[in-house]
């Protein structure tokens, strides 16, 4: 007998599940468990918003002084202020955790929201005929210049395992996304957004999106340099100060405001492709298409592991010395498809070996259990009886 001690060391987690492991809600008006208290929120258009980005900025920066075009006040706070590792652990000590387990936004209301504050003329409601009218804003493409980005989208080809195919989530006529997984976004954002709405936009709305495609690029770059994430640091305060004077209040959720502590994060955690999720998903994802019996998903997912482990480790004597062996399929992806692509992986390695090679049944016939009891389902083996 021994006493077994634990810690947890980091998770990785998305937004809301921030909220269990730091003890911080990530909703209402106090959504940043980085500024904590002194966010500045308010609710415009039916929703908490996060303005405020002008605290950022340097004391005597000219736009503090602006009024008319942010939210209709001028900027007298400073940044919040940033809380010591003591500060946050004794914070963590006072809590009781709970067990840790498990559209557009330039609406009317959004419209009605800018003429109550008194800011933003421009965008009010037209009220000229009978009926109040939201006319396009400046920041909007005209139906035809959507359909242009649109095309444009869906006939950019990427290389190979680069991003999905983008082209079958793009709806022309509908003018609309569909189907896009989180890093397709990625894509979307940092690739194909800054070029396609190059001449769709006017200048200062386009040279804000282009700042922030950039930001993303820099951010999730292999290599960061301290020097690189001061100056994200520096810029994305900009860029959030110059969407404020663009946008209506209502765009700006939490989940805007937290891009201003991302470069932050870089500078304390490294760079980013060791923290994200990509990886994560498509594994899951894999795994969770091996799931043949829902009744008891677990047992499928342990057997196809089984049996992709065993085919690997049979592979490796088969496998020519080579600089560069061929590449092996990381899961495979669905029951016949799987019976394929690593029948392939077999046959290719058997191919390649110096004749006169084994027979397939021969070579086979040496292999382990649950290699032979998942290949008595195999077309091609059947075939080679
Ligand atoms: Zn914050």
């Not at 634990?6 to 911080?24: E, H, I, K, L, R």
């Not at 405020?52 to 942010?70: A, I, T, V, Y």
Request: hydrophobic share 40%; proline share 8%.
């Amino acid at each position: 007998m021994f006493t077994l001690r634990a810690a947890v060391m980091w998770t990785v987690n998305d937004f809301p599940a921030y909220a269990m492991v730091s003890g911080w809600s990530t909703k209402g008006y106090m959504a940043c468990p980085v500024c904590k208290e002194d966010v500045t929120s308010g609710w415009h258009a039916g929703k908490v918003c996060y303005l405020g980005h002008r605290r950022w900025l340097p004391w005597d920066h000219e736009w503090r002084e602006k009024d008319k075009e942010f939210d209709g006040n001028t900027e007298r706070r400073l940044r919040p202020r940033e809380w010591s590792g003591d500060e946050i652990l004794e914070q963590l000590n006072r809590l009781d955790f709970a067990p840790f387990g498990k559209t557009t936004k330039d609406t009317i209301k959004a419209r009605l929201d800018l003429e109550r504050m008194g800011i933003r003329r421009g965008l009010w409601m037209n009220r000229d005929s009978d009926k109040a009218r939201r006319d396009l804003a400046f920041f909007s493409m005209k139906p035809n210049d959507k359909k242009e980005f649109l095309k444009f989208v869906s006939s950019v080809k990427f290389p190979d395992g680069y991003a999905s195919n983008i082209a079958h989530c793009v709806n022309v006529d509908g003018g609309k996304f569909t189907g896009l997984k989180s890093h397709d976004c990625h894509v979307f954002m940092q690739r194909l957004l800054p070029v396609g709405i190059r001449h769709l936009l006017p200048e200062d709305v386009v040279k804000p999106i282009m700042l922030l495609s950039r930001f993303f690029s820099q951010l999730t770059a292999k290599t960061l340099r301290r020097t690189d994430m001061f100056q994200l640091r520096h810029d994305i305060v900009q860029v959030l100060c110059k969407f404020e004077m663009i946008f209506p209040p209502a765009f700006f959720t939490s989940m805007m405001h937290v891009m201003v502590h991302l470069p932050e994060e870089a500078l304390l955690t490294g760079p980013v492709n060791y923290r994200w999720m990509y990886p994560i998903e498509r594994l899951l994802g894999e795994l969770k298409k091996s799931v043949r019996n829902r009744a008891k998903p677990e047992g499928s997912i342990i057997e196809a592991w089984v049996q992709y482990e065993s085919l690997t480790f049979c592979g490796i004597p088969l496998s020519p010395p080579s600089p560069q062996p061929p590449p092996l399929v990381p899961f495979p992806p669905c029951r016949r498809r799987r019976h394929r692509s690593l029948l392939a992986v077999a046959v290719a390695t058997v191919a390649s070996l110096p004749a006169p090679a084994a027979p397939l049944p021969i070579l086979f016939s040496k292999a382990p259990l649950p290699l032979l009891s998942w290949l008595r389902h195999c077309k091609l083996y059947r075939h080679s009886r």
